[in-house]
């Protein structure tokens, strides 16, 4: 496992530096959230050991399950999306919520944060190729949700994230990734925010998605093999 992991790690670094060189980018500027959800703990910290810091959860209970037995020796991302009545688990534990998908979600994540005397990370989702079956707001509305959270104190809105619509040929996912780094450039001037990141590409477009200016990727597959 330990040997197959770091093989993998290594080619996707490798890939991902390859791209980064392409486009013009710094490697070094491109972050790997290894995500790691229906892997089990021992296989995280095999993979810490091959030299991920980062991984990313889509379940609160798994990811509770997870932080109960490894804890803050891990930088944990969510990345799925998360119920109301859930934020209260996640409140001090992650570095980053990829997931913002909605106003409800803010308002709830801001109240939690600013009763703890703390803040959440956060990028808003946005749903680019409009799917019915994906979370996120439609790129319309991200001027106005953006203007809003910002007057949250509670809540750090820091990028934007997107989800490409599954293709066999990882080149479709390139005009919603730069559409989505057009967005965030759109958007830069709002006061109070900084949207400097954006967190794109998983498996099986990581590549364009790094072409197209991603500095955060979520890759799952390609790191810990098929999921059961
Ligand atoms: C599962 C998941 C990933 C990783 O998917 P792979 O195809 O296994 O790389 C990335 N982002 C989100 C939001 C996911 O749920």
């Not at 995500?35 to 991920?52: E, M, N, Q, T």
């Amino acid at each position: 496992m330990n040997r197959f992991v770091s093989e993998n790690y290594e080619r996707v670094k490798t890939e991902i530096y390859r791209a980064a060189q392409r486009s013009g980018r710094d490697p070094v500027s491109v972050q790997v959230v290894a995500v790691s959800k229906g892997v089990p703990s021992s296989a995280i910290l095999k993979a810490k050991a091959a030299g991920i810091h980062a991984f990313g959860e889509n379940r609160v209970q798994e990811f509770s399950r997870k932080y109960r037995e490894l804890g803050q020796e891990i930088q944990w991302h969510f990345v799925g999306h998360l119920q109301r009545n859930k934020v209260r688990l996640l409140v001090n534990k992650v570095k980053l919520i990829h997931s913002l998908d909605r106003w409800e979600l803010a308002v709830e994540l801001n109240r939690w944060s600013v009763q703890e005397g703390t803040f959440f990370d956060t990028l808003v989702q946005v749903n680019m190729a409009r799917e019915k079956s994906k979370h996120g707001l439609y790129e319309e509305e991200v001027r106005d949700f953006l203007t809003a959270a910002a007057g949250l104190p509670g809540l750090r809105v820091c990028g934007l994230m997107t989800i490409a619509p599954y293709a066999a040929n990882p080149e479709e996912a390139r005009p919603f990734f730069r559409a989505l780094r057009e967005l965030a450039v759109k958007h830069r001037a709002i006061p109070g925010l900084k949207l400097d990141l954006l967190s794109m590409g998983m498996t099986q477009d990581f590549v364009v998605a790094v072409e197209e200016g991603a500095n955060i990727v979520r890759v799952g597959t390609g790191i810990f093999g098929l999921r059961r």
